[in-house]
Each structure stands twice: as C-alpha cells, then as structure tokens.
C-alpha cells in the first residue's frame, strides 16, 4: 500500500503567495496531523484532525489552515506565505486520537518562501 | 513546561553498540516512542515504551524509566544504513507527542 503520499515533493514560493499542499492516506486512519521540522528544532504540530469534518489547532497553527472534506485527505494551506515558513512539512496519520496509536508519516514536503 | 534533552550528535564504529539517552519532562505521560530519520526522509516508528525495563527488537533494543524521566535506544551490531537521526517523544497526558531535536548518529567504518 502507498500508506501516505505527499504532493509536492518541494517547492519555491514568493512571499505573500498562497499555496496548499496535499497530502492523502489510504489506510482508512480516522486521525491526521501535519507537522513542520526545522533545524535544531523537535517536529512541531501545525494542525490536526480527530476524524472526518473536525479539525484543531496545534503548537504552531498561525498562518496555516487546513481541511478534513472526508477520511484521506488533508490539505495544509498557506494563505499569504511569510520567509518564516520555509520548512519541511509532514503529513501524519494515525488510527485514532486521544490514545498511544502510532503515528505513521509521509514523505513530506519542502518549502522555501523567498 | 515540557522539554526533551538528546544529544545532538553522536558518532560510532560499524559493528560496534551504541546508547542514545532521551531525558524528558512532561504534563502527563502516555508511554514513550522512539522514531528513525534519515536524512531527506520522513521519520519511522521503531519503538513504543509505556512501562519500565527494557523492550528488545532485533538489533534494536528501548528502556525506559518512568521514575528517571529517562529513556536510552541502544542499537547493537551498528550497521551503516544506521546512519540517521533518532527522534525520542514522549506523550503527554493529553496523548500529544512533545517531540525532541533529534540525535544525529554518524556511522563509521
């Protein structure tokens, strides 16, 4: 199974443009997370989902927006992107939240806003 | 707060052991994983500790110490494809991972 994939793989953006990336897992997991991973710094939790049609806020959500339209998507959104928000973003899944279910993750996705 | 110490880096011999210590504080506590990252790579899950002593999984190995606020991975018969980052993360009372910065192993021959 392809378990979780991200889209793209990287990408160069101009500040004040907006840009959602994709990310979509087929292993019918009810929770989502995406993470950003900075150097010299622990992942940190941008946004997450409980199941399909509710999200939530993580350590880091200020400028970023996300969506859970039905199981296996959930796209990451970047409204009006700041020089700060170069990362590299993970999408993960897990079976369920509020429990020690492992957390499955993408490829993730390289950003670099200039 | 809640706060993750690893080292930051750490280099050893191929065929030889190594012991990567995780100390933490955190609001609560879920039990404890352990994730590899290779570089350019997205982190994968080697180990889950949720109560004390020592969890054994091929050359791969977790302990954890509720008490301590102390976990170690020790990686026996070091291999080169062991080159990675080693991600220690707790989980807090709210099931959330508090992820630490990582320890870079380097491996040599």
Redesign the interface.
Known sequence: TAGITQAPTSQILAAGRSMTLRCTQDMRHNAMYWYRQDLGLGLRLIHYSNTAGTTGKGEVPDGYSVSRANTDDFPLTLASAVPSQTSVYFCASSDSMGSTDTQYFGPGTRLTVL | GQN?DQPTEMTATEGAIVQINCTYQTSGF??L?WYQQHAG?????LS?N?LDGLEEKGRFSSFLSRSKGYSYLLLKELQMKDSASY?C?P?DS?????????TKLIIKP
Not at chain 2, 41 to 45: D, G, I, R, S
């Open positions: 993750i879920n039990g994983f790579e997205a982190p994968t899950f889950y949720v991600l993360a989980m709210n099931y959330q991972l508090i992820w630490g910065a990582g």
